[in-house]
Nanobody, 115 residues
C-alpha cells in the first residue's frame, strides 16, 4: 500500500509562485512513475505533469514553461514548482503514483490564484 501526502498549496496572487510537495511512504519510491493532476470546480481531473522512474518528464500544454516537476528519490518526494500562476490554475492538485497497473492518489492540496 502506498500513501501519498501533498502539501504546499495556498492562496497566491496572479503572477506568483508556489511549490507543491508529495511525500510517499509504504513503497519503493524509485520504481514508481509520479504525477500531478488537478481538478478545478465543475471540471474533470486533468493531467498537469508526470515524471517516470528515469526522470523523463511530460507536461500539459497549458503549463509548459511555467511548471516544473522533479523528484528527490532519497526523500521519497516529488515536487511541482509552479511559476507565473494565473486564475485558471486554481484547482485541487493531486499527487499520483503508478507502477505495474497499480495506481494511487493523495487527498489533494488546494491552490487558489486570486488577487
Amino acid at each position: 500500500q502506498v500513501q501519498l501526502v501533498e502539501s504546499g498549496g495556498g492562496l497566491v496572487q496572479p503572477g506568483g509562485s508556489l511549490r507543491l510537495s508529495c511525500a510517499a511512504s509504504g513503497t519503493i519510491f524509485t520504481i514508481y512513475a509520479m504525477g500531478w493532476y488537478r481538478q478545478a470546480p465543475g471540471k474533470q481531473r486533468e493531467l498537469v505533469a508526470t515524471i517516470n522512474s528515469g526522470s523523463t518528464t511530460n507536461y500539459a500544454d497549458s503549463v509548459k514553461g511555467r511548471f516544473t516537476i522533479s523528484r528527490a528519490n532519497v526523500k521519497n518526494t516529488v515536487y511541482l514548482q509552479m511559476k507565473n500562476l494565473n486564475p485558471e490554475d486554481t484547482a485541487v492538485y493531486y499527487c499520483n503514483a503508478r507502477y505495474d497497473g497499480m495506481n494511487y492518489w493523495g487527498k489533494g492540496t488546494l491552490v487558489t490564484v486570486s488577487s
